[in-house]
């Protein structure tokens, strides 16, 4: 795992230490992908990036898209919410995404820290904006208008017949079932770790390579 630096912000609540959670209950996230998550969101909020989020969203975009790969977890209680299959960018690949951006009109996906943010009623139902935290990575995430949505293509029954999900224009889009659900329940106070073992995004993130006072 990447070191995580000393910051100048707030002190982080003990729910984003690794050693507070029972490893055991955690769904089917890999241990690593989890306590980098976990280290990622206490550098954002050490840094002063973000206040004491009360949930965690971690996508792993190294599983293809017909396993579920997106847990929520309640920082407070320190649980598993849900455990969930989210689709990726169509530019980022078919079942597999292997291909990230941050520029519009790519139709990818985009690593890093995500901060949850409002919600609102468009073309794809309701959904929840995405404030992106890391500079290079995922901060024109509201300009390029990547939100969470449900959508039909993500479902079983979709990745069953096709051999994956369906796939966005770079929004992690979830079923429809459950969207308005998780939505309302990540949304304001929560932060969303999208990871996959990209090198330069490992070494280069501000939340991953050590605690910094953001940027104005």
Not at 29 to 52: E, H, K, P, T, Y
Not at 107 to 122: K, N, R, V
Not at 181 to 197: K, Q, S, T, V
Request: positive net charge.
């Amino acid at each position: 795992m990447v070191a995580l630096g000393a910051g100048g912000g707030s002190a982080a609540s003990p729910a984003l230490a690794a050693s507070g959670w029972d490893h055991a209950s955690l769904g089917g996230i890999d241990g690593q992908v989890f306590n980098l998550a976990l280290s990622a969101a206490g550098c954002a909020v050490r840094s002063g990036a973000v206040a004491d989020p009360s949930t965690l969203t971690v996508i792993d975009y190294s599983k293809p898209s017909t396993a579920k790969r997106l847990w929520v977890f309640d920082l407070r209680s320190r649980a598993v919410l849900y455990e969930e299959l989210v689709a990726h960018g169509s530019g980022s690949g078919d079942n597999f995404a292997t291909a990230f951006s941050n520029d519009p009109q790519s139709h990818q996906s985009s690593l890093g820290l995500f901060e949850t943010a409002e919600t609102y009623s468009g073309k794809n139902g309701y959904s929840l904006r995405l404030k992106g935290l890391d500079p290079g990575f995922n901060d024109k995430a509201l300009a390029r208008a990547i939100v969470m949505h449900g959508a039909h293509y993500v479902s079983q029954e979709f990745a069953r017949s096709q051999g994956r999900l369906g796939r966005s224009w770079g929004c992690p889009a979830v079923r429809g079932p459950v969207a308005h659900e998780i939505i309302d329940r990540i949304r304001g106070n929560g932060l969303l770790f999208a990871y996959y073992p990209d090198p330069k995004w490992l070494r280069s993130s501000r939340f991953l390579g050590g605690c910094s006072t953001p940027t104005t």
